[in-house]
């Protein structure tokens, strides 16, 4: 039976490790910035008012989900809240839904950055665990202005690694031996 020994960098599991805690972090954003303002915002009595409706398109046996489900911020009952609570919950939405889509790059670029440079690999998951959380706070607080320019670090960083990937893919290519640290013996 064949089998193929991949030997990873130093260092990459570490990267791996950050980038566990980096999904998790992501998870709790859900719940943090998002869940705990539902059940206050879509409150019991907040939902009251659309309960005959509700139950007109239900059945009189149907019930309204608590926290509002599946309202997301712009649906129908988002549209009876008041202009804080509106702005408080879909900020939450927000900061949650930035990281979910961009949580396929960040991790995209670890993996594949680590195979390569697994210190710089382990810098940007470290670079990209504290930004989310210092940025989703500002953002949180102060506006979305404030929380952007927090997470400016960050995205210039991962474009530049962005840009770092083919270029030593390119060099690899050119010079025909592989720089990645799974391939050299």
């Known amino acids: 039976q064949d089998t193929i020994t991949l030997q990873l960098p130093d260092h990459f599991n570490l990267a791996v490790f950050v980038l ?19 059940e206050r915002i879509y ?14 398109a239900f059945g009189e046996e149907s019930e309204i989900t608590l926290g509002g489900f599946p ?6 009952f988002s549209e009876k809240l008041a202009y804080k609570d509106w702005l408080e919950f879909n900020t939450g939405q927000r900061i949650h839904m930035d990281f979910m889509e961009n949580l396929p790059k960040i991790i995209m ?15 940007y998951a470290c670079l990209v665990f504290v930004s989310r ?21 960050e995205k210039v960083l991962a ?4 840009l770092y990937l083919p270029m030593q893919l390119l060099t690899d290519l050119v010079k025909e031996e592989s720089s990645m640290a799974i391939f050299r013996g």
């Not at 474009?159 to 962005?162: E, F, H, L, R, V």
Request: aromatic letters at 12%; hydrophobic letters at 50%; charged letters at 15%.
């Open 109 to 123: 670029t670890v993996l594949l950055v680590g195979l390569f440079q697994p210190l710089l690999a382990l810098g």
């Open 20 to 38: 566990i805690l980096i999904c998790f972090e992501c998870q709790m954003f859900g719940g943090i910035f998002v869940g705990s303002s539902r």
């Open 159 to 162: 474009a530049a690694i962005t």
């Open 43 to 56: 409150s019991k009595e907040f939902l009251e008012q659309f309960e005959a409706e509700h139950k007109a």
């Open 133 to 153: 959380i210092v940025s989703g706070c500002m953002f949180q607080k102060k506006g979305p202005v404030n929380g952007f320019f927090l997470a400016v670090p």
């Open 71 to 76: 309202d997301t911020g712009t649906g129908w």
